[in-house]
């Protein structure tokens, strides 16, 4: 968060669960009477270029949390790993005033590598390509442009930066450092195969994955050194965790139309915003019309992907 940004959401008291972090966009709490167990509540915050904005989306959290269990149930068909979902209804434990936009997880031993997946050039993975003609030390060829398709997907982590700080990308033998080389080639291979999948159901429903960042941790209850004891924690396969573009409008060589941010970014670097990107100021609130076209991108991005309907 930069100064002068929209301060996170107040984290209110709930009878049953304690307070445990209150993030850019979502907020963490532990139960009372379980310490095994994690409360995790999604806000209604956007962030762009960086910032998180004044204004919040309706319903976005509710759809990134209905869009990230989908994913979890879909997750157990695939055979690859658990997770760490146990529900998200009041039978479960969530205070009625987080309904639908909460989920209720056991509580695991995170492991301190952002995993993150690239089937196609762009962003940091572009900007990494540019400077060095490689991407997490693979030659790739000459030529490539923003938005290209990569022969097959790359397994580019990061470290798990503190707060305030920016996650750095690590080498195998990075990884390895952090986890061990045995569970840093896991991580790779469930990582990307994650994303084989997710963007295998995607493409069915006309939606490129571009990539996607997922976060592991190791069940409390098993023994660290078992490739059994990973679990797949945080969200799953969101427009918060992932690039998803419209296949239709895919086109390498410039800047692709994003499923979720598209009019808030285009919106807030047209002259009618006022404000520039390389403003010290924070961005301004969002006009009515900006908020319902990014709301109705997120349901898109639901209905689509899941083939229902919202609400
Ligand atoms: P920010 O998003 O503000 O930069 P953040 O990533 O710490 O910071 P969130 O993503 O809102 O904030 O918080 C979720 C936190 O909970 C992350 O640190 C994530 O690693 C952690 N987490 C997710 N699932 C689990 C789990 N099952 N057990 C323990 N920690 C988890
Ligand atoms: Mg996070």
């Known amino acids: 968060t930069l100064p002068g940004d929209a301060a996170p959401d107040p984290q209110p008291e709930v009878p049953g669960w304690r307070p445990l972090h209150a993030g850019k966009v979502r907020q963490l709490y532990t139960s009372t009477d379980d310490p095994s167990l994690l409360l995790l509540v999604a806000s209604d915050r956007i962030s762009a270029y960086d910032h998180v904005l004044a204004t919040p989306i309706p319903d976005k959290g509710a759809l990134l949390t209905a869009l990230s269990l989908w994913w979890f149930e879909q997750l157990e068909g695939w055979g690859l790993v658990r997770h760490h979902v146990v529900g998200a209804g009041p039978e479960h434990g969530v205070p009625a005033r987080f309904a639908g936009r909460a989920t209720v997880a056991r509580r695991l031993d995170m492991l301190p590598v952002e995993c993150i997946a690239r089937g196609y050039l762009t962003g940091s993975g572009l900007a990494e390509y540019r400077a060095t003609g490689s991407l997490a030390g693979v030659e790739l060829?000459?030529?490539?442009?923003?938005?290209?398709?990569?022969?097959?997907?790359?397994?580019?982590?990061?470290?798990?930066?503190?707060?305030?700080?920016?996650?750095?990308?690590?080498?195998?033998?990075?990884?390895?450092?952090?986890?061990?080389?045995?569970?840093?080639?896991?991580?790779?291979?469930?990582?990307v195969e994650l994303y084989s999948r997710g963007a295998a159901v995607a493409a069915e429903r006309g939606v490129l994955l571009a990539d996607t960042k997922v976060e592991f941790g190791l069940d409390p209850d098993g023994d660290?050194?078992?490739?059994?004891?990973?679990?797949?924690?945080?969200?799953?396969?969101?427009?918060?965790?992932s690039r998803f573009w419209p296949a239709d409008g895919w086109q390498p060589g410039r800047a692709q139309p994003s499923f979720d941010k598209q009019y808030v970014r285009d919106w807030l670097t047209s002259p009618a915003s006022g404000w520039s990107r390389t403003s010290a100021e924070p961005p301004p609130a969002l006009p009515d019309e900006v908020v319902e076209r990014t709301r109705a991108r997120y349901v898109e991005a639901y209905e689509r992907l899941t083939g229902r309907r919202w609400q």
């Open 224 to 241: 660290p050194a078992d490739p059994a004891s990973l679990v797949l924690g945080d969200e799953l396969l969101t427009p918060d965790s």
């Open 141 to 191: 060829p000459p030529g490539l442009d923003d938005g290209d398709r990569l022969r097959s997907p790359l397994f580019t982590p990061t470290t798990k930066a503190a707060v305030g700080l920016h996650d750095e990308p690590v080498d195998e033998a990075g990884v390895a450092a952090l986890v061990g080389a045995e569970r840093g080639a896991q991580l790779r291979d469930v990582t």
